[in-house]
């Protein structure tokens, strides 16, 4: 993870430089917006990813009927060949669209080295920005505080314990607009998903992954009280972009029909079997 840590504190750096030299000269707002421009700077980096994933949910709604169909073929069939012949099937229904079972989840693995990095950029932030002192910085919002016991590296848990009122509100905002965030993302993609089909039925996740989406974004407020609180506003500021970025690339999806994208991402296919071939 060094090199990507790295690559993330100069990148990093180099925002809070700019914001220093259009006058941004407060440490701690300077840290925040960094923070703020930062998280977009990396979700436009994903962009790409994220229009694929955009592609995929639509091609879904077209593969889930006839995925579902083999499912139903060998329900109750537990023995190895039916196994290994129902997976024979849904793999020709996955080729026959040019996509893939882990099309859809790839995106979000490739974010999760950017977090990874993010992490120790935030809680070691004075050795990647070459003008923060860490024994003086400046306080603001709460989220910065002067002195050693509170750093940038402060969790909400650690704010609360100062005693201090405004800490405290900051502590205990910074988690829950993490877990409002979240929730209202995952619900505004979930509307988006089911306004592209009459049929409901064919976009409903599943109840576990529904499960999943709504228990998620309360694990992330309860870890949220012991991680750092830039990180925090991090997570915020990603649920915001993310949102916005699907609402935009769907309204320009929909002008495009779905059939036009299984015929790209079928050609793209191709293209890359050839390639491997050669």
Known sequence: MNPIEKLMGLIMNGIYECLYFIGVKDVGWNIVLSTVF?????????????IKQQKFSRI????????????????GKTDQASMMKMQEETKAVYKKYGSSPSSGCL?????????????????NISEHVGRIDGDK??????????????????TPSSLIKSGDAALIIIAILIPLLVGVTQIA???ISQKL???????????????????????????????????????????IVSAVVRTIQQIIINKVLDKKPVEELVKENMEKAAR???????
């Not at 930062?38 to 994220?50: A, N, S």
């Not at 879904?60 to 329900?75: D, F, G, H, L, R």
């Open 38 to 50: 930062f998280t977009i700077l990396i979700y436009m980096l994903l962009l790409p990813m994220t």
């Open 60 to 75: 879904s709604a077209v593969m889930n009927p006839e995925i579902q169909k083999i499912q139903e073929k060998y329900k």
């Open 107 to 123: 995106g979000s693995l490739i974010q999760l080295p950017f977090l990874f990095a993010l992490w120790p950029v935030m809680r």
């Open 137 to 154: 910085i400046h306080t603001v919002l709460g989220i910065v505080v002067s002195g050693n016991e509170t750093t940038p590296a402060a």
């Open 185 to 187: 993302s995952t619900k």
């Open 193 to 235: 998903m089911q306004s592209r089909s009459d049929k409901k039925e064919e976009n409903a996740l599943p109840k576990q992954m529904n499960m999943m989406m709504t228990i998620m974004p309360l694990m992330s407020v309860f870890m949220c009280f012991s991680m750092e609180v830039v990180l925090g506003l991090y997570w």
């Open 272 to 278: 890359k079997n050839a390639r491997k071939q050669r």
